[in-house]
């Protein structure tokens, strides 16, 4: 047990510090898998900016944070490739040119 005032208050600081560590975790955890079940552009924000959070309360090294949102971001993109080439294999109307009239 802490004897001086200060190593006291220092212990009380560290038990809240850690208290609020463990329940952003938690939150990231979840957060962070039902992104990778299901990733959308609204759920990568959500994971970006708990990340930024996390990064700068000092949870995570922000190299790991960079390279999280780099994993992350790369799963947006390819799902919209799969999506964007289904919808571009529905068959398109060809545009017909048109060409100016002469004027005499």
Request: aromatic share 0%.
């Given at each position: 047990?802490?004897?001086s005032l200060s190593s006291k208050k220092s212990l009380r600081v560290a038990k809240r510090n850690h208290k609020l560590n463990v329940v952003l975790k938690q939150k990231f955890k979840s957060i962070a898998k039902s992104f990778q079940e299901k990733p959308?552009?609204?759920a990568l924000t959500?994971?970006?900016s708990l990340l930024d959070k996390i990064s700068d309360n000092n949870i995570f090294h922000h190299n790991k944070v960079n390279r999280l949102k780099s994993r992350y971001s790369?799963?947006?993109k390819t799902n919209t490739k799969v999506e964007v080439e289904?919808?571009?294999k529905k068959p398109t109307k060809k545009a017909?040119?048109?060409t100016a009239k002469?004027?005499?």
């Open positions: 047990m802490p004897i959308t552009a609204e959500k994971v970006v790369k799963m947006i289904k919808i571009a017909v040119k048109k002469k004027m005499s």
